[in-house]
């Protein structure tokens, strides 16, 4: 590989990507100055709460669009492997390696949207959980008090709960996107056997169809959430 391999999406690469990527509607909140509230005479504690609203908002819509820039990486890699059928070409070494980083990078950047939407929604919805144990799961939308917040998070969870699965692997486990050549040990009854199978991969477009139907759930999720919470 050579630094030359390396190459941006270019303009009609986005061009193309941009017509079929879901759009992620974000919040809109007004800042509110905690200090000036104060000054007003209001409580305390509902002007640190107002201001910091704003800022998970401001928060959540800086990691939805780092979200929607890597998945313009993860689309623009994959196609130029399929377009690039030569396995000598150097370009093709480089983006079959950026392609599973853009993945994996993905996956971190999905995840950490929805627990800063947590963050979010704890402050709207007064929850009062500390910020240092909030996880956006079954448990946290539980305690969910408006209605249509709550049922559009449980589809969402749903709906996305086979790709957790794939972020606990690339966070805690066997790197999904390697492939998978360890030996195995295989108890009988008889005896034991150290037996080599055939090296174990999941196809690169399975991760694919996964990041689409991720991106579908979060637009789906934040078109209904830009209308609830203002």
Not at 131 to 160: G, H, P, Q, R
Not at 202 to 224: H, K
């Amino acid at each position: 590989m050579k630094a030359d391999t390396f190459k941006y999406p270019t303009k009609e690469e986005r061009k193309k990507i941009n017509q079929v990527i879901s759009e992620v509607k974000n919040i809109e909140v007004d800042y509110k100055s905690a200090t000036i509230a104060i000054l007003e005479n209001e409580p305390f504690e509902n002007a640190i709460k107002s201001e910091d609203i704003y800022w998970w908002s401001n928060c959540l819509t800086n990691r939805l669009g780092k979200l929607r820039e890597t998945y313009v990486y993860v689309q623009t890699h994959f196609l130029r492997t399929k377009e690039d059928v030569s396995k000598e070409s150097l370009n093709s070494y480089t983006d079959k390696i950026l392609l599973d980083y853009y993945i994996e990078i993905f996956y971190y950047f999905y995840f950490s949207s929805r627990d800063v939407l947590g963050q979010l929604i704890n402050l709207v919805e007064d929850l009062k959980i500390e910020e240092n144990k909030i996880f956006l799961n079954e448990k946290f939308v539980e305690k969910v008090k408006t209605s249509k917040t709550k049922e559009a998070l449980n589809d969402f969870l749903n709906n996305t709960k086979d790709s957790y699965k794939i972020r606990n692997s690339f966070n805690h486990r066997f790197t999904p996107t390697h492939i998978d050549n360890r030996a195995t040990k295989n108890i009988t009854k008889e005896d034991n056997t150290i037996g080599f199978n055939i090296p174990a991969e999941i196809e690169i477009e399975t991760f694919i169809d996964d990041i689409e139907n991720l991106m579908n759930q979060i637009s789906s999720l934040m078109n209904i959430l830009s209308k609830e919470i203002k």
